[in-house]
């Protein structure tokens, strides 16, 4: 596997395209000996005139030599064995040289493969040109030496880079095999950097998605953030839907789209469309916010469904409704307590948000999560034209001084009034009086 070498006239990376403790770790691994490039998607970011957000190192010095160079690393991972170097929180990520899984490296402490061929862990270590073997795309394959700043392209990457292909390195089946999570990594490179999945890197998704169920769901968390908050959610979840990736990661909402109800998946490309603008103005984007859009149509239709067969109120449907869809979620996807607690009080707020008399509306407005609910109720008006006049009152009323608020308020009370919405009120509870004695 002989790389295209480009000198360094032949390449537009420069070195103040590249962090500061990046560079530091480059530097003192070069001093120390060892060889040390950039690697993967910095580089290949930097080629395509991208500024990338991390930056990994790779070298022939093993994790417990990287630690003996930095007091300021600590070693991660047991299925693939990481130095972190720190720099408050900044992380540089230092990887030594994967090799390949040869016959004496039985021990399982070095390697171990699942029945599916699922890799467990991975720490055998070897050169440079069996680590670009061991990478998933050939545009990864890219590594920029610090030593004489040249960049080492394997397996046709920088080929495959002008070209804008993404190709798999190896047989696609057994590299999925191994790791089901490039499935997911094809199609958010894809849709972030415009490329397009090579015919034979595409042709076993399908077949192989089910695949994502042995995946650990903590881990698939944060495959969905990379997948859904990078920017270009809208495309990914069109990608993720065409190549049968959707449902193993959420197949609550997939289950509800199945029946042919497409005003869901609308809904999710609504909310991912404001996720994508709200990133693109460098705005604060939550997942629970992101998790409450694409487990709304399973909780409704549930919601619906226990109060007309199992004769519940609303309320106690919709809270029996939520627990259910997020347990269930939660063995695909994990969502850590902190967002769930969230997605939980955006979707009880839509119905809150429908009281608006009296003090409540003021009340409501000093809800913590007050706003997520309301950007959402306004997600929910563009498709249902019976939720606009509820929007637009919110608007009015968050806009509104404190006297025209009390006046909405009236307002809305009178207007209930008419309608016969006024609660009975009830009679104050008279106390029973006390039996003199004779």
């Not at 490296?105 to 069996?130: A, C, F, P, W």
Request: with cysteine.
């Amino acid at each position: 596997m002989q790389p295209v070498v480009l000198t360094r006239d032949q390449h537009g990376i420069s070195r103040r395209q590249i962090s500061e403790n990046a560079l530091k770790v480059l530097y003192r691994l070069n001093k120390g000996g060892y060889e040390a490039y950039l690697v993967g998607g910095g580089v290949r970011d930097l080629l395509l005139g991208r500024q990338p957000k991390d930056f990994d190192v790779a070298t022939n010095a093993t994790p417990e030599q990287i630690k003996g160079l930095f007091s300021n690393c600590r070693l991660v991972g047991r299925r693939f064995r990481l130095a972190h170097v720190l720099f408050g929180r900044d992380v540089i990520e230092v990887a030594t040289f994967r090799g390949h899984h040869h016959s004496v490296n039985n021990s399982k402490h070095l390697s171990s493969q699942s029945k599916e061929g699922m890799l467990l862990r991975d720490n055998v270590y070897g050169t440079i040109e069996e680590d670009a073997e061991r990478r998933d795309f050939t545009v990864n394959a890219l590594y920029y030496n610090i030593a004489d700043f040249t960049v080492h392209g394997f397996a046709g990457g920088l080929k495959d880079l002008e070209a804008r292909r993404l190709e798999l390195i190896g047989d696609p089946e057994t590299r999925y095999r191994e790791d089901p999570v490039r499935m997911l990594r094809a199609v958010r490179f894809s849709a972030k950097l415009g490329l397009s999945i090579s015919p034979r890197t595409e042709a076993p998704i399908k077949e192989l998605a089910p695949l994502l169920a042995d995946i650990p769901p903590a881990r698939l968390f944060e495959e969905t953030l990379k997948l859904l908050l990078a920017g270009q959610g809208v495309e990914t979840y069109r990608q993720l839907q065409h190549y049968g990736l959707f449902a193993p990661l959420f197949p609550e909402a997939a289950e509800v789209m199945g029946r042919g109800n497409n005003r869901y998946g609308r809904f999710i490309e609504l909310a991912l469309a404001n996720t994508d603008d709200r990133i693109a103005q460098d705005l604060r984007v939550t997942p629970a916010f992101l998790y409450a859009a694409l487990l709304w149509g399973p909780v409704e239709t549930r919601t619906q469904e226990f109060v007309n067969e199992g004769g519940l109120g609303y309320h106690d449907a919709f809270m029996l409704a939520a627990d259910e869809v997020i347990g269930r979620q939660v063995k695909s996807v994990a969502i850590p307590r902190r967002f769930s607690t969230v997605v939980r009080d955006i979707w009880q707020l839509q119905d809150r948000l429908t009281k608006r008399a009296g003090k409540r509306p003021f009340r409501l407005l000093e809800h913590p999560k007050f706003r997520a609910g309301y950007d959402f109720l306004l997600l929910r008006a563009e498709l249902d034209p019976r939720l606009k006049e509820l929007a637009e009152w919110w608007t009015e009323f968050q806009q509104a001084n404190p006297v025209d608020r009390q006046q909405l308020s009236r307002n809305n009370q009178r207007d209930n009034d008419e309608r016969g919405e006024r609660k009975p009120r009830k009679r104050p509870r008279r106390r029973p009086r006390r039996r003199k004695e004779s």
